[in-house]
């Protein structure tokens, strides 16, 4: 495969974050993705994510799977760690580097066909076990790689780009996740880079399975009349839940806000959530009322972005498994051959 390079000059009065980088320091090497495709929006979205948030790029370890969408990572945080698995198994890759090293900032990029279908069992158990992750999965509904054909998570009745209709019932997602305990979970459009930069941002801070759905127009295959995964489409039927801004406990909070309600969701780790509702009886901590409130909107026809859930107290699977503070390729002889005391001492309990 070949990559192309951006060339390594830049303007020398780029803006630069508290670490001292540039917007050009977070990005990977050019698309090779069709022009206008919705997945370069997410890459730039979290680009800006991780630029405003000020992280150290070789903190952050990108793990995709197979499809057009996991071809995203090479885009974004090319002097980060990353991992190209295979076709559905990027969730069971990722879960084992994060047992190995916790210290990591770790973001799961898949698509509807990688998660949704050869890779739902996948999905299914990262986010039961609160692997503590970022998910994303870039939705256009469609196999784009292979031509075309509908994914799981198409709508049934709508159209394909040569006029075929889906006649199955589509996977929702975001559903799946509130259901499966994921502590964090949010949908949002390519399109929207007001929402989708805090959501994204949010996700990074939270600790826990951070899970958010996508919608991203394939602009090859499916956007067209009779697609409900195109730019028209998304943009007529988005109900917006909240509107959203991220406020880091580490930074001054200095943002403006518009008349209107607003609830601040405290996470684990003492960050932020402010959200300024567009429905003031939403409640954002309730998760048995946001499956009810998505299956609702579904019903109308209407796609539900923001985020539709996040557990304020929430753990990880480290927490779960009581695993080692220390990284475990930090460990030594002396801490992964204790001697035949501490072995005796662990058989002793065990009587």
Known sequence: MTYLAKPKFHHPDLPKNALGFTHRDYEGTVSTLCAGCGHDSITASIIQACFELSIEPHRVAKISGIGCSSKTPTYFLGNSHGFNSVHGRM????????????????????????SASIGLGQFAHCLRRGVNMVYIVENNGVYGLTKGQFSATA????KSKRGFVNTDNSIDLAAMALQLGASFVARSFSGDKHQLVPIIKAAIAHRGAAFIDIISPCVAFNNHPGSTKSFDFVREHNEAVNRLDFISSRMPIEIDYQPGTVEIVTQHDGSRLALRKIGADYDPTDRTAAMGFLQQQAAKGQIVTGLLYVHPDSEDLHAHLRTAEAPLNSLGEKDLCPGSAVLDKINAGLR
Do not use: E, F, K
């Open 91 to 114: 969730p069971s890759v990722l879960t084992g580097a994060n047992l190995a090293n916790r210290d990591l900032i770790y973001l799961g990029v898949s698509g509807d066909g990688d």
């Open 155 to 158: 709508d049934r009745g709508s």
